[in-house]
């Protein structure tokens, strides 16, 4: 089975847990899962074992702390020890349909931007500044990816935890961002080679590379 269809699985056989016993699942789960260099496969299916034996046991009158114990964060840090890393090749695919994804919508981007400000001058795309920004924006969504699953991570187990405090956190890190790349676009200047590029090319070949991100998305699950 798919790590897709086990996640699905797993979404639906939670559903079967009391609300004690899915707390403290939940929290494996989201600390398992957001431990990115982990095989997805392999984790959804110690995850969906965990769960079986889970409701098994509350069938018997268990509960979680009875069959996993009370400190679910080292019982989570013995599974992740012995979880494989995620391939190689697994982690570049995903990372190319990210790349694909994120200029699909750069360009999509672009073209309402062209509109906006006016084609004429819009139209022109200098290409160092141009890829400078695209780099920019990708290394920021990849510490944003990082940071936030760090987050979760982080207070996966920690009741006092608030949601509205990570939401906060995660929304001061995507605003501090949005400057970041509105300050280096003002300030970087255009020049280097350059060649002009229509709103409607550049709405057609976002649209192209989504449609493209997202075929790649569902030939990996």
């Known amino acids: 089975m798919k790590a897709s269809e086990l996640i699905e699985q ?53 509960t979680a702390k009875d069959i996993f114990g009370n400190d679910p964060r080292g019982y989570a840090d013995e599974i992740i020890n012995h979880l494989p890393k995620e391939e190689r090749r697994s982690m570049t695919k995903f990372l190319s349909q990210i790349a694909v994804n994120l200029l699909g919508w750069f360009l999509v981007i672009r073209s ?11 139209s022109i795309v200098y290409i160092i500044p141009s890829l400078l920004i695209f780099l920019l924006i990708a290394i920021l969504i990849v510490i944003g990816v990082k940071v936030i699953f760090g987050l979760i991570h982080k207070t996966a187990f920690d009741q006092n935890s ?7 956190q995660a929304g001061l890190f995507g605003g501090g961002s949005f400057l970041v790349v509105m300050v280096a676009s003002y300030f970087l200047k255009d020049f280097g080679p350059s060649f002009v590029l229509p709103w409607k090319v550049s709405l057609g070949m976002g649209a192209i590379l989504l449609l493209i991100s997202w075929l790649m998305k569902k030939a990996t699950n």
Not at 16 to 43: A, F, M, P, V
Not at 112 to 122: N, P, S, Y
Request: charged letters at 30%.
């Open 162 to 168: 608030s949601d509205k405090k990570m939401m906060a």
């Open 112 to 122: 309402f931007a062209t509109l906006l400000i006016g084609q004429e001058r819009a």
């Open 10 to 62: 797993n979404n639906q056989k939670r559903e079967l847990l009391t609300e004690e016993n899915e707390k403290y699942y939940s929290g494996l789960l989201l600390y398992i899962r957001t431990k990115l260099s982990l095989s997805e496969q392999q984790s959804e299916e110690v995850l969906m074992e965990m769960l079986d034996h889970l409701i098994e046991g509350q069938q018997d009158g268990k």
